[in-house]
């Protein structure tokens, strides 16, 4: 019995160190995403992305329903100039709302999404925000569920399976 009690407290501060470790690690990585996100929109807003290496590229059409013109859409992406590797993928659509998609991509993988309702007056007031981080195609962390009620058909999507579709077809391209 006293070498049971002897195993209990170093197993139960491995496992208490274990633990805290990996949430230190994916904490970490939130960081760097975050700072990853900066750089990749700094350059995004830059004039003369040309210059950096870059490339800005849009691809717009409308959204039809009934063969009646119901709203447009925008796809708009930041890659290298050889085209081949993409960076920032957002794509925006004014069907009813204005709803924004924007991915981050590095290494060819997805590392963080977020989608955006906003008003459509002068301001545009993002009145619902949802955001995610991966690592190697699994959320690691996500803001807390807010339900829009009025807009949960367009809201409840797999963010991760819509930005992996938007890269393949980036690739495609």
């Known amino acids: ?16 160190l274990c633990s805290s470790l990996f949430a230190q690690s994916d904490s970490l990585l939130v960081h760097q995403i975050r700072n990853y996100v900066k750089y990749i ?18 691809a717009e059409g409308v959204i ?18 050889k085209n081949d590797t993409v960076f920032r993928i957002e794509y925006h659509d004014n069907f009813g709302i204005n709803t924004y998609k924007t991915y981050y991509y590095q290494n060819n993988k997805i590392v963080y999404a977020t989608l955006e309702f906003k008003n459509t007056d002068e301001q545009e007031t993002t009145f619902f925000r949802k955001e995610e981080f991966y690592n190697d195609d699994k959320v690691i962390l996500k803001s807390p569920e807010q339900n ?7 809201s ?7 930005g992996k579709k938007l890269l393949a077809d980036f690739q495609k391209k």
């Open 1 to 16: 019995m006293r070498h049971f009690k002897n195993c209990i407290a170093p197993i139960i501060l491995s496992t208490c």
């Open 41 to 58: 929109d700094s350059i995004n807003s830059l004039n003369y992305v040309q210059d950096k290496g870059f490339v800005k590229s849009i």
């Open 64 to 81: 039809k329903r009934d063969n009646k013109v119901v709203g447009g859409y925008g796809i708009y992406s930041l890659s290298n100039l």
């Open 148 to 154: 829009p009620k009025r807009y949960i058909d367009i």
């Open 156 to 162: 409840s999507f797999s963010m991760l399976d819509d």
